[in-house]
């Protein structure tokens, strides 16, 4: 059973930058591909990004290519999500999620076995 906690989120400005991070417990890890969806108020949880186990492959929305870079350390059990010149259609709470690595990338949130509580990212125009 994983746990995953985000954390990260805030008020920024358009154009500007936050880095979430996801934090994962009671498992292994590296045995996990992980998501990245958002969720703005009365709209359906979108796919963001996600990242293969080795770290090496990703996928991202294309919403946030150019913008948004995904990334892991193993070691520290932990996704980062770097968003740099966000937008206010970024406004959403940002949720992580992890799926078993065999059974590779998603964009799919159904696909995904376990989530955090999320956090929130507000941006100002």
């Known amino acids: 059973q994983v746990q995953l906690v985000e954390s990260g989120g805030g008020l920024v400005q358009a154009g500007g930058s936050l880095r979430l991070s996801c934090a994962a417990s009671?498992?292994?890890?590296?045995?996990?591909?992980m998501g990245w969806f958002r969720q703005a108020p009365g709209k359906e949880r979108e796919f963001v990004v996600a990242?293969?186990?080795?770290?090496?492959?990703?996928y991202y929305a294309d919403s946030v290519k150019g913008r948004f870079t995904i990334s892991r350390d193993n070691a520290k059990n932990t996704v980062y999500l770097q968003m740099n010149s966000l937008k206010a259609e970024d406004t959403a709470t940002y949720y992580c999620?992890?799926?078993?690595?065999?059974?590779?990338?998603?964009?799919?949130?159904?696909?995904?076995?376990?989530w955090g509580r999320g956090t929130q990212v507000t941006v100002s125009s």
């Open positions: 990242i293969g186990w080795s770290g090496i492959k990703t």
């Open positions: 009671g498992g292994t890890f590296s045995r996990y591909a």
């Open positions: 999620a992890a799926r078993a690595a065999y059974a590779g990338m998603t964009l799919y949130s159904n696909d995904y076995n376990y």
